[in-house]
């Protein structure tokens, strides 16, 4: 089994993250909202939303403005804002129910251990914060249930919503090309027999036959470098005359039309006539205009997968302690990945082979691409439990056509992602049950 799936768009951390940030507001900022009493500002469906939930919203969004420098609305109207957003949510959270979208205990520790993580501490010190502001850690993880149900559905439903047709696909594609154009890159090697200024006809023409010779013998398959070697006076004959990758807008047009139709290895037909010389030319390699590129990485990792037995933040001690005996020698990773490793990767050492951008679950992808070639990740947690990451390579490669399509296909999903989810959740809304409570006297 592949340990690491794409997993389109995963924003339950951030949601976790969020109710995070609520749950630990300073005591002060809870204090201004208790203090003018908690009731029931509205009912949906079976849910409640209350003062108390608004209240911490807003001061939430309040805190957030001020660390980026953005501007609220009026009170009014990030009121309402905030209690439109909370609604939204309740109506999600029942139409998830009502589908049967089930989340397993072992989700939810694996939330857990994401939310400590980006906020850089301990689920142990997590739990001790949340006790310390009266927040009740079951409520918690009801709390991360709810999101991560969120999420489920809201994936679902909305993809199924997004239509994106092959024409839709040609069309952006097209576009991608247009602004690529002209930047298209190549690497010629030369054989040059300079021609002097005021040289006679019969000078020239020996000079001629000399390159002409040297066409013959590389066309005959002796090695382009060796009658380098022999026969040019380019400055880059060290090199076996190679002038490096470069746009095709920097290289002189001459050359440029007469590699036109030559394949990459080819040496060019004919002489090439300038006002330095004779030319032989071989194109050593060429990179159309807007040929999409993409890195791909070779990495292997070690999978603990949390479960009764095996906490979450016990596998994060083991895979730490593994990390701690591979850079000090006494073990290596392919021996540790075989024996411990609970993914189908562990009887090849844990080699997971080549993969491209997206490939990976987002929290995977993102610690081995922060990685150098060589280098060893802290534990990472994802929906499949806790890795240690290690790269082994990585190359630059072109995209092949169906790859690119499928690429396209995601940019367009993802643009049209926002509106389908405005639609959807008005939907669902106009469906459910919403009573606004007035507060009490």
Not at 371 to 381: K, M, Q, R
Not at 385 to 406: C, M, N
Request: net charge neutral.
């Amino acid at each position: 089994m592949n340990p690491c799936p794409s997993f389109p768009r995963v924003l339950a951390a951030g949601l976790a993250l969020l109710w995070l940030a609520l749950a630990l507001q300073p005591a002060q900022a809870q204090g201004r909202s208790s203090r003018s009493g908690d009731y029931i500002a509205a009912v949906v469906n079976q849910e409640l939303v209350t003062a108390g939930e608004v209240a911490r919203r807003i001061e939430a969004a309040r805190a957030e403005a001020a660390r980026v420098g953005q501007r609220l609305p009026p009170d009014p109207e990030l009121r309402q804002q905030v209690m439109d957003l909370l609604i939204d949510e309740r109506v999600i959270i029942t139409t998830a129910r009502e589908s049967g979208v089930r989340i397993e205990e072992p989700e939810i520790d694996r939330a857990v251990q994401n939310v400590a993580a980006q906020n850089q501490i301990t689920p142990m010190v997590l739990r001790q914060r949340l006790a310390a502001e009266g927040i009740d850690y079951s409520r918690f993880r009801a709390q991360l249930r709810d999101q991560l149900m969120m999420e489920r559905v809201r994936e679902r439903e909305v993809y199924r919503r997004i239509q994106v047709s092959d024409e839709d696909i040609d069309k952006l594609l097209a576009e991608q090309r247009r602004a690529a154009q002209g930047g298209a890159e190549i690497n010629i090697a030369q054989i040059l027999v300079p021609v002097p200024e005021g040289v006679t006809p019969d000078a020239e023409a020996q000079l001629r036959a000399r390159a002409q010779a040297a066409l013959k013998r590389v066309q005959g398959g002796e090695d382009f470098a060796r009658v380098v070697l022999d026969v040019s006076s380019d400055a880059n004959r060290e090199q076996g005359g190679a002038l490096g990758m470069r746009p095709a807008a920097r290289l002189p047009d001459a050359f440029v039309a007469a590699t036109a139709g030559v394949a990459v290895g080819q040496v060019a037909p004919e002489l090439l006539r300038t006002g330095a010389g004779f030319h032989v030319l071989k194109v050593l390699d060429r990179r159309e205009a807007g040929e999409p590129r993409i890195t791909q990485t070779r990495a292997r990792h070690v999978l603990l997968r949390p479960s009764q037995q095996l906490s979450a933040e016990v596998a994060s001690r083991r895979l730490a302690d593994y990390k701690r005996q591979i850079e000090t020698g006494q073990a290596n990773f392919e021996d540790i990945a075989r024996q411990f490793s609970e993914d189908g990767s562990a009887a090849a050492g844990g080699d997971l082979g080549w993969s491209s951008p997206g490939t990976m679950v987002p929290e995977f992808e993102e610690a081995m691409n922060a990685l150098p070639v060589g280098g060893l990740s802290a534990p990472v947690p994802s929906r499949f439990g806790v890795h240690l990451i290690q790269v082994l390579e990585r190359r630059d490669v072109a995209i092949d056509p169906k790859a690119l399509r499928e690429q396209a296909r995601n940019v367009l999903r993802e643009q049209r992602f926002e509106q389908a989810f405005l639609d959807w959740t008005k939907e669902i809304r106009s469906r459910a049950y919403v009573e606004m409570r007035e507060p009490p006297p």
